[in-house]
């Protein structure tokens, strides 16, 4: 009779995770994921340009970078290709991707790749604090010394404006204008990104799942200072916005 009430109680307590997913953990799948996005060109030299950091979502497909990050063209009679490339073990893979949706005004572009399939990240719908810690990997100098994705660790320092305080009046353009009247959130992190890392997934340490996307870096000098002198300002996009995008153009 006491065994039995003794099993009878244990079987009423909550349960709780007894360990979380160590950020080593974390990392080591999430690198899976994330892609650098260029151009290929079977007659070029180099054949392989980088221009930002992406990450795959959803079925393995669909790859979120920046807006910014695109080509601003692509030269088709010298059969060059946009294409991301990741990591495989000591392998680098490249992928053919055509652009399906983008937000200019969020800075989100989605590819999807025309063949193949890669390790998906989760999105997360939680409610995003300052102070939460988070990390981002990426490639912060591209291609320069090899394919190998780096990751940075902070926190949300600030939930903040899009608009940036201008120097000057001249500064302000027809673009800037409208955010000064209908401005939406972004998040500030006190790690430090670099040009390269723009389109990294900004996600839960303990978890993995993405709450956003690099996308700026506050420079202090020069785009040429930038690896000597970093700020240490990086901003990223709510992952609502993609959520957004993804929903429009039926991608879900």
């Known amino acids: 009779m006491k065994t039995k009430i003794v099993v009878l109680l244990l079987t009423m ?3 709780h995770p007894v360990f979380a997913a160590s950020l080593a953990d974390v990392i080591e799948i999430t690198k899976k994921s994330v892609v650098a996005v260029g151009t290929y060109m079977p007659k070029r030299s180099p054949r392989g340009i980088f221009l930002g950091t992406g990450f795959a979502i959803a ?18 009679k010298s ?23 983008v937000d200019k005004e969020h800075d989100i572009a989605i590819l999807q790749l025309v063949n193949g399939l890669l390790p998906a990240t989760g999105l997360s719908n939680a409610k995003v604090r300052e102070g939460q810690t988070v990390a981002f990997t990426g490639f912060p100098i591209g291609m320069v010394l090899g394919l190998h994705p780096v990751t940075h660790t902070g926190i949300i320092s600030a939930i903040s404006p899009v608009v ?37 997934p900004v996600y839960e340490k303990e978890t993995g799942k993405v709450i956003g996307i690099v996308n700026k870096v506050f420079i202090k000098e020069s785009k040429e200072t930038v690896l000597s002198k970093p700020s240490g ?20």
């Open 164 to 200: 940036l305080p201008m120097l000057r009046s001249r500064q302000l353009n027809a673009k800037l204008m409208k955010r000064l009247q209908d401005p939406y959130d972004v998040y500030q992190l006190d790690a430090t990104a670099y040009p390269g890392n723009s389109g990294s």
């Open 59 to 76: 079925n393995g497909r669909l790859i979120v970078t920046n807006a910014h990050v695109l080509p601003k063209k692509i030269e088709d």
């Open 13 to 15: 307590l909550p349960i």
């Open 233 to 252: 300002i990086t901003y990223a996009i709510p992952i609502r916005y993609l959520d957004d995008l993804l929903k429009k153009n039926n991608l879900l």
């Open 79 to 101: 059969f060059e290709k946009l294409t991301v490339f990741n990591r495989q073990n000591k392998q680098i893979k490249m992928f053919e991707a055509k652009v399906v949706a």
